[in-house]
């Protein structure tokens, strides 16, 4: 009897582990193989970094641009080329057009253009962006800025389904690239500068009716919060945590937008990202720790129910989202072997933890300038805040002066890199200050709530070194919490990192410049300028037998030349007619993706 | 090389309204060079555009000038060569994405439109292009073509 009872179990098990145990088995395998670029952080641990090595830092140096595509829109382009095959897949920002390119000629195969309201536009913080698309089964995911998911078919562009997300007009958008894991497409929502409450969504992959919905804050069956099993540095958060650090209802519009990375262990089944800044942006009439805004989440992707939370930030006063990618590695942490999750956060801390239990294991500054808190509590988590750079304690209408990180923080959404043959994290930073002054604001659906007006400037100023640069790109040991080397920028390197197993790290710049540096010592070995700059992801796949680099570049209003349809008849390339038909099937005006490789 | 040419260039225009003796000419050719020491190598720049950058602005300069004609080709190298002879490289670049970036929407816009060196750029980087624009004949080409 007992016998048969385990014959059944095991039956059971058997005919249950394919279907839940296998993260999406089509799209794990792609990743695996690193002739693709399947996922936008290659792999479901946002590593963004590749096995390939044919390009490596004793030959990069005579990588050649092979071929360019212009997608048709200006502003600002981030993310990065996916690659699936012998099909290269591309995003552009608002209007969200998705082109297929066929890699043999690098011909458009079909090309996607959705009809968006352009009243979207005026409600998006921070220009027009957008950061990328998903595959898996067969079909191309789209996050279109209007909040409408999208499923396409892969092979032909043609919409299998379409649901929406939020609502633009009361200050929803999206800009962040979707994930798909297992039968479920994961994606969040942006809008805390109107006071938007944030969420992160699980729609089935299968027809995009919705699995789940966990909120940043609000009571426990909003957030999906267990109030005895979920915790917080390794303490259940009681009940109603997500309301009872607000006054009154403020939790309703509170923010904690999540507009940033997704990662997954599939191991743990824990899917990871982090919460934006709570609403509005003057702290002084949100008193409390506005939980769980700037927080990282653990949540278990098939019931969403948060496993653990840990806020970086709590009573945010300097717009120091929280959203920034989680990188999972497994690395050691005092002579321990650890899975960690690594995390820049834009306040300015590196921070590792457990990401089994959310075990705050390192949180030191990446960036030496960081002054507004002048380090993080191992016990209770909270920064201590230096008081002269209290936003909130300098009160209304005072202008606080010399803060550093300024609000877009020590490193915004461009996501870093890690190399296991290294061990190293290569962050793309910010090395800017600020004044800020927060001010009254009144909440009105749709209209921005943001209440401070800021000032930037090099860091530089404040650490009296006598340097004006804005930007480093560093190499950080999350297992120590320290710097390695890092490379002055003059600007913000707003553009997400790529590590290979060539030794070499790539990134892009403001100035437009593609660079590869050596991945032990940061020596520059190859610098290009593309047409704008960069704040896209450097992206890297292989193509019978030959390696490619691929980025986006174009930034908000600056477009280049604008030359990429041919240097005459410009302003046709977009109609597409007459002699320019020809022309169009291979490239658009406006942003521009620059491949390289090396010659033959 | 670059510098040869150039000089010899600012000879030439001088030499076509002049009718001149050689002794004339080698006192000129002597002023010519120690004017050209003082004005322009003192306050040149490494004179080290990549020709990518050059050829670049030369079609972006010549789309805004009327089309790609010689006309607006040969005022537009004349104008890159200036400017590529007052600031360096780097720093024409730098100066650039401030002015390119300066009306970024948002927050983010404010790394480029605040920090004091982005107007002191801004403004350096105006100035050198309106001189080389006045002295070479930019527009002219593009007015009598309407």
Redesign the interface.
């Known amino acids: 009897m007992f016998k048969r009872i385990v014959a059944i179990i095991s039956v059971s098990l058997a005919l249950i582990v394919p279907v839940t145990s296998g993260a999406n088995s089509e799209l794990m395998q792609l990743m695996n193989n690193p002739n693709n670029w399947a996922i936008w952080g290659g792999d479901y641990a946002g590593t963004r970094y590749s096995k390939l090595s044919q390009i490596n830092s004793s030959n990069v140096g005579k990588m050649q641009v092979a071929w360019t595509f212009s997608t048709g829109v200006l502003r600002g382009h981030e993310g990065g080329p996916l690659v699936v095959g012998e099909t290269l897949y591309v995003h552009t920002p608002f209007p969200n057009k998705v082109f297929a390119i066929n890699l043999n000629d690098q011909s458009i195969i079909w090309r996607y253009e959705p009809k968006q309201d352009p009243d979207t536009i005026p409600v998006m913080?921070?220009?027009t962006v957008y950061r990328g698309l998903a595959y898996a089964d067969g079909k191309i995911f789209l996050q279109q800025a209007d909040t409408h998911l999208v499923a396409l078919d892969a092979k032909t562009g043609k919409m299998i389904w379409r649901i929406k997300n939020g609502d633009p007009k009361s200050g929803s958008t999206n800009t962040n690239a979707p994930v798909v894991i297992k039968d479920k497409v994961i994606t969040g929502i942006s809008g805390g500068e109107f006071g938007v409450h944030g969420f992160l969504a699980a729609y089935n992959t299968k027809d995009g009716s919705l699995a789940w919905k966990g909120f940043s804050t609000g009571p426990d069956s909003m957030t999906l919060i267990d109030p005895k099993k979920t915790t917080h540095l390794g303490k259940p958060v009681g009940a109603n945590s997500g309301t009872n650090t607000w006054k009154g209802d403020q939790w309703k519009i509170g923010g904690g937008t999540t507009w940033g990375w997704y990662t997954y262990d599939p191991a743990l089944n824990l899917v990871y990202y982090g919460t934006g800044n709570p609403s509005t942006w003057n702290p002084v009439v949100r008193p409390g720790d506005n939980r769980w805004s700037m927080t990282i989440f653990a949540r278990d992707l098939d019931t969403g129910m948060a496993k653990w939370v840990y806020q970086m930030t709590p009573h945010d006063e300097w717009?120091y989202d929280g959203i920034n990618e989680m990188i999972l590695a497994d690395i050691k942490v005092k002579g321990k072997d650890r899975k960690v999750l690594v995390h820049f956060d834009r306040n300015g801390f590196g921070y590792t933890l457990d990401r089994v239990t959310g075990e705050l294991l390192v949180a030191e500054k990446y960036d030496p300038a960081v002054n507004w808190a002048t380090h993080v509590d191992m016990k209770t988590g909270r920064p201590a805040v230096v008081a002269k750079y209290s936003t909130h304690q300098n009160g209304e209408d005072t202008n606080t002066q010399n803060v550093c990180p300024?609000?877009?923080g020590s490193k915004d959404q461009q996501p870093a890199a890690f190399s296991p043959r290294t061990g190293l994290f290569y962050v793309p930073t910010?090395h800017?200050c600020?004044d800020y002054e927060p001010f009254e604001v009144e909440y009105v659906a749709g209209q921005p709530y943001v209440g401070a007006t800021?000032?930037?400037?090099?860091a530089g100023r404040v650490t009296g070194d006598g340097t004006?640069h804005?930007g480093n790109f560093i190499a950080w040991d999350a297992s120590e919490g320290k710097i390695v080397w890092s490379l002055p920028e003059?600007?913000?390197v707003w553009s997400g990192a790529l590590a290979t197993a060539g030794d070499v790290v790539f990134y892009g710049t403001?100035?437009g410049y593609l660079k590869a540096v050596d991945a032990k010592t940061g020596k520059e070995l190859y610098k290009f300028?593309t047409?704008?700059?960069i704040i896209g992801n450097v992206n890297t796949w292989s193509f019978k037998g030959k390696q490619y680099v691929g980025v986006l570049s174009g930034?908000?209003?600056?477009a280049?030349?604008?030359?990429a349809a041919g240097?005459?008849g410009?302003t046709d390339g977009l109609g597409a007619v007459g002699a320019y038909k020809s022309l169009d099937k291979y490239t658009q005006l406006g942003g521009v993706m620059t491949v390289f490789a090396l010659p033959d | 090389m670059l510098t040869l040419r150039q000089c010899s260039d600012s000879i030439h225009q001088v030499d076509s309204f002049c009718t001149v003796t050689g002794g004339e000419i080698v006192r000129f050719l002597a002023f010519a060079f120690v004017l050209y020491s003082l004005l322009i190598c003192s306050t040149a720049g490494a004179n080290d555009f990549?020709t990518?950058?050059r050829v670049?602005y030369v079609?972006?300069c010549m789309?805004s000038h009327g089309?790609?004609t010689y006309e607006t080709l040969y005022s537009c190298v004349c104008v890159i060569d200036k400017i590529a002879e007052k600031i360096a490289y780097?720093e024409y670049?730098?100066a650039?994405?401030f002015s390119?970036?300066r009306?970024?929407?948002?927050?983010?816009g404010?790394?480029f439109r605040?920090?004091?060196?982005a107007s002191l750029l801004v403004d350096k980087i105006f100035e050198i292009t309106e001189g080389a624009e006045n002295s070479c004949f930019v527009g002219l080409g593009a007015k009598s073509a309407n």
């Open positions: 913080c921070c220009d717009d300024a609000a877009l910010n800017v600020m800021l000032s930037m400037f090099p004006n804005l003059q600007f913000s403001l100035e300028k047409p704008s700059g930034i908000g209003g600056w280049g030349i604008g030359m240097l005459e410009d | 990549p990518q950058a670049e079609f972006k789309n089309g790609q780097d670049v730098e650039d994405v390119q970036l009306s970024t929407p948002g927050e983010r404010g790394v605040d920090p004091d060196r």
